[in-house]
């Protein structure tokens, strides 16, 4: 009875780890370089497709994540380009929910 209370308690720690080990650990971006010019002086354009790649679940190689593609926004004023205000804008509609198993690629 103690043996199977040991183990059951052992599989409950080490899934909740799982759960909680992503809140520690950052989200990945990345996005594409192009370079893109404004129309306008002062102008905000799209240029970049970004992608954010978030942990939900993680053990060990096993991994749950949730993928989100979006847009990089330059920001440029008087026809300079202003990195400290360029933004990152995520469409959570597409986001997706894959496994990672061993570090073998994705499953959807």
């Known amino acids: 009875m103690k043996k199977n209370l040991v183990i059951a308690l052992t599989v409950l720690i080490v899934l909740a780890l799982g759960f909680i080990i992503p809140f520690f650990m950052p989200a990945l971006n990345s996005c594409t370089k192009k370079l893109c010019y404004p129309n306008e002086p002062n102008a905000e354009i799209s240029c ?61």
Request: aromatic share 10%; net charge negative.
């Open 48 to 108: 970049n497709s970004c992608t954010r790649t978030e942990f939900i679940f993680t053990l060990g190689f096993f991994h749950v994540l949730k993928s989100c593609s979006g847009t990089d926004i330059l920001v440029y004023e008087n026809s300079r380009h202003i990195s400290e205000k360029d933004r990152v804008e995520i469409d959570e509609s597409s986001c997706k929910t894959a496994i990672n198993l061993l570090g073998l690629g994705y499953i959807p």
